[in-house]
């Protein structure tokens, strides 16, 4: 099955941007990467994904290293609301509806 | 935006007693998938459904079953719930097997 890593924690000051990376070396071609955050007590949010290339929305940045080996999260102007927990998410095999969810990165955004 | 609606945010039951977990979605996705969450093991996948009646076990299935008889509405059953079923129950629906999942609020279960 696919894996993906995520640093355990990470701070980031209010107001800057906030890079959170994940490294998913064993994805397969065609896979996309998902991105979500998770605030307690609360339903997994969907932030972004993407396949190749770089893609952004009006809550983050997806930036995608050309061997799809990794890829980082970018909030580009974090704020308080944004403390919680990011998970990179891939399909644990081509093909199949399972989805590798890690334990993430606990992101304190701090004042 | 799409709505995952799950009808009990906090729920109590005893040991032993049937519980039903309702998942509703309004976007007429055609996969849903329940998951369960606990502190360090992140979220294993329960049960999800492809269409309407159509169902595969994911990596947890033992001790619960699932319901899809319409396809807005997912339901999980614990048959006889047991202390260790205590969680917090996620359920999700998606369109399309690149698309992304989209999760309701989560229902956290105990069971006395």
């Known amino acids: 099955d696919a894996k993906t890593t995520q640093p355990t924690s990470m701070d980031c000051a209010e107001g800057r941007a906030a890079n959170l990376p994940c490294n998913h070396s064993?994805?397969?071609?065609?896979?996309?990467v998902y991105w979500y955050r998770q605030i307690h007590s609360q339903g997994p949010q969907y932030i972004i994904h993407g396949l190749k290339n770089n893609e952004t929305n009006e809550m983050a940045s997806l930036i995608i290293t050309e061997d799809r080996k990794s890829s980082t999260l970018i909030l580009p102007h974090a704020t308080l609301r944004d403390t919680a927990v990011y998970y990179c998410i891939v399909r644990a095999t081509s093909g199949t509806y399972k989805y590798i969810f890690g334990t993430g990165t606990r992101l304190k955004v701090l004042a | 935006d799409v709505k995952v609606t799950q009808s009990s945010r906090y729920l109590v039951k005893r040991t032993g007693e049937k519980v039903f977990l309702e998942c509703v979605q309004d976007?007429?996705?055609?996969?849903m998938f329940w998951y369960r969450q606990d502190p360090g093991l992140g979220l294993r996948l329960i049960y999800f459904s492809y269409d309407v009646k159509m169902k595969e076990k994911g990596d947890i299935p033992e001790g619960y079953s699932v319901s899809r008889e319409k396809k807005e509405r997912f339901s999980l059953i614990l048959e006889s719930a047991s202390t260790n079923q205590t969680s917090m129950y996620l359920c999700?629906?998606?369109?399309?097997?690149?698309?992304?999942?989209?999760f309701g609020d989560g229902t956290r279960l105990s069971i006395l």
């Open positions: 976007m007429d996705h055609e996969n």
């Open positions: 999700a629906s998606k369109v399309t097997v690149n698309q992304p999942q989209h």
């Open positions: 064993t994805i397969s071609g065609n896979e996309y």
